[in-house]
């Protein structure tokens, strides 16, 4: 069974240029979730999906990430413009409906110049 | 709210020695509890998680982790540990549907 997806696996840009990472979960899944993880640090909840619908997007910063689920399988993570604190690693991760098991992908690297 | 602390952020083992990475966690609800691995390059691992059964719980490649209320601790152990154990672990609390991590504790495995 192949895990979770992710593209690109590494990103450099310059900063104030837009970024998009793409994620296709196990298939099955219904939860999606996005989380970035700063160097040093755990990763941090940025948006869950249940199915296409945005359930828990608290953590996001509106004015330059976005998110979409459109089919309610892929999603895309989008930020314009970025900056350089947004340098991380981006995670994708799905579950089953009702499950407590998140599995993860292998995440974005995203260097911000 | 629920918060976990891993109170080493590095640790280090020599092979064949027991491994001992500890957490402590704060919960307002009965936490559901989970230790995760990740290696350089890949996404991280389930080890093992606690849903309020057996407070011993046992984990993939020889890795336990013991849920003591009384210490709100939930600590990873390994009787001996592999050069293939060295990583990073994370400690997670669930609450509400939300995943929340620990910092984490790199584990250096020495031969």
């Known amino acids: 069974e192949a895990g979770v997806v992710q593209s690109p696996r590494y990103k450099i840009i310059e900063k104030k240029q837009p970024v998009a990472f793409w994620c296709n979960p196990i298939?099955?899944?219904?939860?999606l979730y996005w989380y970035l993880q700063n160097l040093g640090q755990g990763p941090e909840l940025l948006i869950r999906?249940?199915?296409?619908?945005?359930?828990?997007d608290s953590q996001l910063p509106k004015d330059r990430f976005s998110a979409e689920r459109l089919k309610g399988v892929d999603s895309t993570l989008k930020i314009q413009p970025a900056e350089l604190g947004d340098s991380a690693v981006y995670l994708c991760?799905?579950?089953?409906?009702?499950?407590?098991?998140?599995?993860f992908g292998p995440g974005t690297r995203l260097l911000v110049l | 709210a629920q918060s976990v602390t891993q109170l080493d952020s590095h640790v280090s083992v020599s092979e064949g020695t027991p491994v001992l990475l500890r957490c402590n966690y704060s919960?307002?609800?009965?936490?559901?509890l989970f230790w995760y691995v990740q290696h350089p390059n890949k996404g991280l691992q389930l080890l093992l998680k606690y849903t309020s059964a057996a407070t011993l719980v046992k984990g993939i490649n020889g890795f336990e982790a013991e849920f003591k209320k009384s210490e709100t601790s939930f600590h990873l152990t390994k009787p001996s540990a592999h050069m293939s154990d060295a990583a990073e672990y994370f400690c997670?609390?669930?609450?509400?549907?939300?995943?929340?991590f620990g910092s984490g504790t790199q584990l250096t495995v020495l031969p």
């Open positions: 999906y249940e199915n296409e619908e945005a359930v828990d």
């Open positions: 997670v609390v669930k609450a509400a549907r939300q995943l929340t």
């Open positions: 298939s099955g899944h219904n939860t």
């Open positions: 919960s307002s609800y009965s936490p559901s």
């Open positions: 991760a799905s579950s089953l409906a009702g499950s407590e098991t998140q599995y």
